[in-house]
C-alpha cells in the first residue's frame, strides 16, 4: 500500500522527522505556558495548513478551538482526522463552522466569545492560476486582502495575545498577483501591530498540499489519467506537519512584526518532474514520457489495469505569474538566522503605514467598481504599492494546461 507521509519523506524532504522537532522541544515550555487553557481560533482551518497547525496546537492543550471554513467537507475530515489520531488532545469544546469569516455569524461569534487568546488566519487564494482574468484577479484580492482588512478591524474590538496570518515566499520579489497580495497582506495585517501582535511566515511548497500538482497526481492515478509536471520550475518543500509547525512557532514564539522562514538550502530545492519520477516508482510503474498531451491521454486510454508502465509528460513552464525560483528574504531586510536552529526570521522590514494601506485600499475598491476595469489596470494598482512588482503577461495560464 503506497504510504504518503513515508514518501514525502523518503522522496520529498529526506527528512525523517520534522525539521522543527529540535526547536519545538526547546521552547516546550514557553509553548504550553501560551497554549495551555487558552482560547483559539483558526480560520481556513479545513486546508492542509490550517489542519496542520491545529493538530500542532492541540498537543498543548488549549482550552477550545473554534475553526471556520467554507468547505463543509473539509471540515468534517478535519475532525474525524483529529478524533482518530492516537494521543492528540481534543479539547470539549472543539467547534467547527461551515462560513466565511468576513460574513456577520462570524463577527457574532466573535463578540459573543468576547474574542480569543490565538487568532490564526489560513484562509487565502494560494494558486498562480487564481488570476487568469480580470474576475478571479478581483476575487483573490478580495479574499487576501479587502476581507483580511475587515477581519483585523474586528480583532481591534477584543485584541488576541498572538495573531498569526500565513503568507508565502512568493511575496519576497513577487512575479505574479497572488504574491503580491500577499506582499500586501503582510504589510496591511503589519500595520496593526500597534492593536496586538501580529506575526507571519514565508514558507516552501507543502508536498501534496489540497489542490497542488502533486496531490493532483493521485487523483490521476485514481482516473487512470496521465501525470504532467513541469521540467524546470525549482521548488522548496516541507511536508504538512512541518507548515503546521512553522506557523505555530511564528505565531506564539515570534516579536511583533516578524516574518519566519524555514532554513533551507539551495541543494534542497527539488523539480516536479523528478518528484514524479519518484511518485511513479513508488505506485509499481516505470514511466513512458510522452510528447504531447494527446500521446499521453491516448496512451492512457489504450492502457490495460495490469500495465506496469505509465504516461508522464514534462514540459517547460510558459504559463503567467510562474517563478523559475524561490526566495524568503530579499536585500534591505533585517534577518535573524540564529535565534532558532531550523527557522530564519525576518525581524525587519520597509513596511507601509496605515494611511498608505486605506489609501491603496480605497484606490483598489473604486478601481473594482467600474465595470471596464481590466486586469492590466489592476497589476498598475499594485505596482503603486509594490514599485518592484514584476508582472509578465503570457497569454496562458494554468487552467489551459493538464
Same mark, same amino acid.
Given at each position: ?95 467547527? @463552522? ?39 484577479? !478581483? ?18 474590538? @477584543? ?150 508502465? @505509465? ?13 523559475? @525560483? ?21 525581524? !525587519? ?54
Amino acid at each position: 500500500m503506497f504510504n504518503l507521509d513515508k514518501f514525502i519523506a523518503d522522496s520529498v524532504t529526506f527528512r525523517p522527522v520534522s525539521m522543527f522537532v529540535p526547536d519545538i522541544e526547546a521552547n516546550k515550555e514557553k509553548l504550553t505556558n501560551e497554549i495551555k487553557g487558552k482560547k483559539v481560533c483558526v480560520i481556513g482551518g479545513a486546508g492542509s495548513i490550517g489542519s496542520s497547525f491545529i493538530k500542532a496546537v492541540l498537543r498543548f492543550e488549549p482550552k477550545s478551538v473554534v475553526v471556520v471554513d467554507l468547505n463543509e467537507n473539509g471540515l468534517a475530515e478535519l475532525v474525524r482526522d483529529v478524533r482518530s489520531t492516537e494521543d492528540l488532545y481534543v479539547p470539549d469544546e472543539f467547534r467547527c @463552522y461551515t462560513l466565511n469569516f468576513a460574513d456577520p455569524i462570524f463577527e457574532r461569534i466573535f463578540r459573543e466569545e468576547h474574542g480569543f487568546d490565538i487568532v490564526a488566519n489560513f484562509s487565502a487564494h494560494k494558486h498562480v492560476r487564481s488570476e487568469k482574468d480580470r474576475y478571479s484577479v !478581483q476575487a483573490l484580492i478580495e479574499n487576501n486582502d479587502i476581507k483580511a482588512k475587515k477581519l483585523m478591524d474586528l480583532l481591534t474590538v @477584543y485584541p488576541p495575545k498572538h495573531f498569526f496570518c500565513v503568507s508565502t515566499d512568493k511575496a519576497a520579489n513577487p512575479v505574479n498577483i497572488m504574491g503580491a497580495s500577499k506582499r500586501i497582506m503582510e504589510d496591511l495585517v503589519m500595520a496593526y501591530n500597534k492593536n496586538f501582535k501580529v506575526t507571519t511566515a514565508r514558507f516552501a511548497n507543502v508536498a501534496f498540499s489540497n489542490g497542488s500538482l502533486p496531490d493532483g497526481w493521485i487523483h490521476r492515478l485514481q482516473k487512470k489519467q496521465p501525470l504532467a509536471a513541469p521540467s524546470d520550475v525549482k521548488r522548496y518543500f516541507v511536508s504538512p506537519e512541518e507548515s503546521g509547525q512553522i506557523c505555530m512557532l511564528a505565531c506564539i514564539l515570534g516579536k511583533p512584526g516578524e516574518v519566519f522562514f524555514p532554513k533551507l538550502g539551495e541543494d534542497q530545492m527539488l523539480t516536479f518532474s523528478s518528484i514524479c519520477d519518484d511518485f511513479v516508482k513508488a505506485e509499481g510503474f516505470s514511466k513512458k514520457e510522452c510528447g504531447s498531451d494527446a500521446e499521453a491521454k491516448h496512451y492512457a486510454s489504450e492502457m490495460d489495469y495490469d500495465s506496469d508502465i @505509465y504516461p508522464v509528460v514534462y514540459f517547460g513552464s510558459d504559463t503567467t505569474g510562474e517563478k523559475a @525560483y524561490e526566495e524568503f528574504y530579499v536585500p534591505g531586510e533585517k534577518i535573524d538566522m540564529q535565534r532558532f536552529l531550523s527557522l530564519g526570521v525576518v525581524e !525587519q522590514t520597509t513596511r507601509h503605514n496605515m494611511d498608505e494601506v486605506n489609501e491603496f485600499f480605497s484606490n483598489l475598491e473604486s478601481l473594482f467598481q467600474k465595470e471596464d476595469f481590466t486586469k492590466a489596470q489592476v497589476v498598475e494598482a499594485i505596482k503603486t504599492f509594490i514599485p518592484n512588482f514584476e508582472h509578465e503577461e503570457k497569454g496562458k495560464n494554468l487552467d489551459q494546461k493538464m
